[in-house]
């Protein structure tokens, strides 16, 4: 005698293997993921930040860089905004490694200007690159108002480490400025080294100049807004692949320099 | 027993959804690159039409309560350069 087939034992059967190949697939695909990026994991406290926001976020590490944009956000004080960041571990340039300096700036913007009313910036050291490190970013500063300047653009003179060991490699300059960011590959060359080590060294740097427009999609660029330059090769380490560094704009009439790594 | 694990399943593929209180889209803001050089560009407007590189994409960020009534979620593009005009939307770097 046939035992009728029970349907809801069948549909909680088939339910519970698809579940399973879900999982699968899907733990698999994490470990892949994991096995060649690392994540920085932006963590914005706005809790005392009044709606309706839009949010822009730029994060550099490893010689890269990425800037994201929310939609407008209706009601940010009621937690955190937390936008993870997925860098590759190994590019051309250099590879990741503990204690290697990143940073993360987080610009608040009005949701109907699109213009920054405040920002924040958070400068850290990679605590490893096998598991999410969390950048939090909150007291928001006002943006700087600035003295009236008809100077259309503001140029940045990054000083970069030259020495010995750095000959003939290839090293990363980024540069971030409220939000925008460009970067140059230049070689090491001690033809090219000729500038003195502000930081009071006896070795030289070399000048790599960045001009960025005033004008940005979120506001424009004033007297004393904050930037960050990193350096990133192989070549650093140790202790470092990456190093940052952080200053404030002082000048639209000529360079405003920041030397970023160190002379070794 | 199977909802409940459903629900966790959801959780762990969606990453993003640590902003409990919110919903939001997130996009990348495009860049502009050569072999040694970068140069990022304006962010595009979510829910326009924009002219972007190649290396623009588009996620969304979904909580579970307090939607913003303004700007309903628009489907997720991962490729939108395939169906979009490419034109440079940057000038030339600066040397």
Redesign the interface.
């Known amino acids: 005698m046939k035992t009728p087939i029970d349907i809801t034992s069948v549909s ?1 059967l088939i ?2 293997i698809s ?1 399973v190949a ?2 699968f697939v ?1 733990v698999t695909e994490e470990k892949v993921f994991a096995a060649d990026s690392f994540t920085i994991d932006s963590q914005t406290n706005t809790q005392d930040v009044k709606g ?1 926001i839009k ?2 976020v730029i994060t550099s590490a490893n010689g890269e ?12 004080n ?7 960041f997925h860098f590759k571990k190994v590019n051309d340039i250099v590879t990741v490694g503990f204690h290697d300096e990143y940073f993360v700036c987080g610009y608040i913007l009005d949701a109907k200007t ?1 213009l920054t009313t405040s920002y924040v910036c958070n400068e850290g050291d990679l605590q490893s690159p096998d598991v999410t490190n969390a950048a939090s970013l909150s007291s928001f500063l006002t943006v700087a108002e600035g003295k009236d300047s008809k100077a259309n ?1 503001v140029k940045l003179n990054i000083l970069v480490p030259y020495y010995d060991k750095l000959d003939g490699q290839k090293i990363k300059v ?1 540069a971030m400025i409220k ?8 070689d090491e060359d001690r033809t090219k080294a000729n500038i003195i080590d502000p930081e009071g060294t006896n070795g030289k740097r070399i000048s790599v ?3 960025f427009d005033r004008n ?2 979120i506001g424009k660029i004033q007297l004393g807004d904050e930037f960050f330059a990193c350096v990133s090769a192989n070549a650093l380490n140790p202790p470092s692949g990456t190093a940052c560094e952080k200053r404030h704009i002082k000048t639209f009439d000529e360079p405003n320099v920041l030397a970023t790594g160190h002379i070794r | 027993m199977l909802i409940s694990m459903s629900t966790d399943v959801w959780m762990f593929n969606f990453a993003f959804a640590k902003n409990k209180d919110m919903q939001f889209e997130i996009s990348d803001c495009p860049v502009q690159r050569t072999a040694t050089t970068e140069k990022s560009g304006p962010c595009p407007e979510l829910g326009t039409r924009t002219r972007l590189d190649n290396s623009f994409d588009n996620n969304m960020v979904k909580s579970q309560t307090a939607m913003d009534k303004n700007s309903e979620p628009t489907p997720i593009h991962s490729n939108l350069a395939s169906s979009l005009e490419q034109v440079d939307p940057f000038g030339p770097i600066s040397k």
Do not use: N, R, Y
Request: net charge negative; hydrophobic share 35%; glycine share 6%.
């Open positions: 909680t339910a519970c579940l879900t999982l899907i309706p949010f822009k860089t990425t800037a994201k944009k929310t939609s407008t956000i209706s009601e940010p009621l937690g955190t905004i937390d936008i993870p699109g653009d980024v939000g925008e960011f460009q970067s140059k590959i230049i100049m960045f001009t940005t999609d």
